[in-house]
């Protein structure tokens, strides 16, 4: 399940489930949605985008969803494994070149 | 490797010390963005810089500072520091592809820790 622990929330799961990561933004003006991966000890990495538009984008295993009635983005991740134990964030991309991360999200696989 | 560079990866230094943090984008890239990152948060835009010009200003505190030079490397000064401004301080240089054109995705460095004691 999800839990809010001291910092970021975390979010646990059984190698081989689906994980579902959620975000809410805040500019109902963005024009594109980010999530990106960071694992430990590294920078965050790029994994999947949505323009604005779109309600659905899927990649390899993964899939976000956009639902701009309640400004709410998620990440999907099918049959998670433990090298996707990871903090996750999204983020909203407005008039062009600025870019807020939203809190992110720690989830940690158990094998 | 992703191709910005950020040095030092590690830095521990006292409280009211000035140190400066380095950041070479990916080639090509025009824009600098400069986050922070404390223990087990979540990453508090500083600034950016597009093209040498300061672009947008986040959190940035009086005390730290920035510059994109003509080469594009950028630097991050931090001065009269305090403990609580230990954390991971990571540079991102923009790529303006992703999956659609007009998407701003960052490309990060590995990120600089500051230990201040």
């Not at chain 1, 594109?32 to 991966?37: E, N, Q």
């Not at chain 1, 062009?96 to 696989?109: C, D, E, N, Q, Y």
């Amino acid at each position: 399940g999800e839990s809010v622990g001291l910092h970021l929330p975390t979010l646990s799961v059984q190698e081989g489930d689906n994980s579902i990561i959620n975000c809410a933004y805040s500019n109902s003006a963005s024009d594109y949605f980010i999530w990106y991966k960071q694992e430990s000890g590294k920078g965050p990495q790029f994994i999947i985008d949505i323009r604005s538009n779109m309600d659905k984008r899927q990649g390899q295993r993964v899939t976000v969803l956009l639902n701009k009635t309640v400004k709410h983005l998620s990440l999907q991740i099918a049959a998670t494994q433990p090298g996707d134990s990871a903090v996750y964030f999204c983020a909203e991309n407005t008039g062009g070149f600025k870019t807020i991360f939203g809190a992110g999200t720690r989830l940690f696989v158990k094998a | 490797d992703s191709g910005v560079t950020q040095t030092p990866k590690h830095l521990i230094t006292a409280t009211g010390q000035r140190v400066t943090l380095r950041c070479s984008p990916r080639s090509g890239d025009l824009s600098v963005y400069w986050y922070q990152q404390s223990l087990d948060q979540g990453l508090q835009f500083l600034i950016q810089y597009y093209n040498g010009e300061e672009r947008a200003k986040g959190n940035i505190l009086e005390r730290f500072s920035a510059q994109q030079f003509p080469d594009l490397h950028s630097e991050l000064n931090l001065s009269s520091l305090e403990l609580g401004d230990s954390a991971l301080y990571f540079c991102a240089s923009s790529v303006v592809i992703g999956s659609f054109s007009g998407a701003n995705v960052l490309t990060f460095g590995a990120g600089s820790r500051l230990t201040v004691l």
